[in-house]
C-alpha cells in the first residue's frame, strides 16, 4: 500500500491541524488505518487508530479528547484532525495502514513518509 500524508506544519499551542492521508490501493477497506508519531531519541508510538469500517476505533491517552481520525473508503483517505495542541504533540506524524485482523505490529504495515507537526508554546 502506497501512502502520502500531508498537513503537517507549524501552529501554536491550543491551534489546530488536520492532516490527510491519501492510500493508493484497490481494497482501502480492507485495511485498518492509523497514525504513529515519533520525536528525536523515542520509539515510534501509535496515537490513533481505525478499523476498515469507521466505526472501531483507539486514541492513545495522551491525546484522547483532543485528537480525532476518520476516514473516507471513496476517496481512500484517512485524515486526523488535531484540535487543542499542544506543545508535546510536536513530533513526525506518519500514516499506516494494516490489513484487517494482522494489528500494527505485522510485517505486513504500510508506512507513509512522515510529516513534520512543530506546536510552539
Known amino acids: 500500500v502506497q501512502l502520502q500524508a500531508s498537513g503537517g506544519g507549524l501552529v501554536q499551542a491550543g491551534g489546530s491541524l488536520r492532516l490527510s492521508c491519501a492510500a493508493l490501493?484497490?481494497?482501502?477497506?480492507?485495511?485498518?488505518m492509523g497514525w504513529f508519531r515519533q520525536t528525536p531519541g523515542t520509539e515510534r508510538e501509535l496515537v490513533t487508530s481505525?478499523?476498515?469500517?469507521?466505526?472501531?476505533?483507539y486514541y492513545a491517552d495522551s491525546v484522547k479528547g483532543r485528537f480525532t481520525i476518520s476516514r473516507d473508503n471513496a476517496k481512500t483517505t484517512v485524515y486526523l484532525q488535531m484540535n487543542s495542541l499542544k506543545p508535546e504533540d510536536t513530533a513526525v506524524y506518519y500514516c499506516?495502514?494494516?490489513?484487517?485482523?494482522?494489528?500494527?505490529?505485522?510485517?505486513?504495515?504500510?508506512w507513509g513518509r512522515g510529516t513534520l507537526v512543530t506546536v510552539s508554546s
Open positions: 499506516a495502514a494494516t490489513p484487517v485482523g494482522s494489528g500494527w505490529t505485522s510485517q505486513r504495515l504500510s
Open positions: 490501493v484497490r481494497t482501502f477497506n480492507g485495511y485498518a
Open positions: 481505525l478499523d476498515w469500517n469507521g466505526v472501531d476505533s
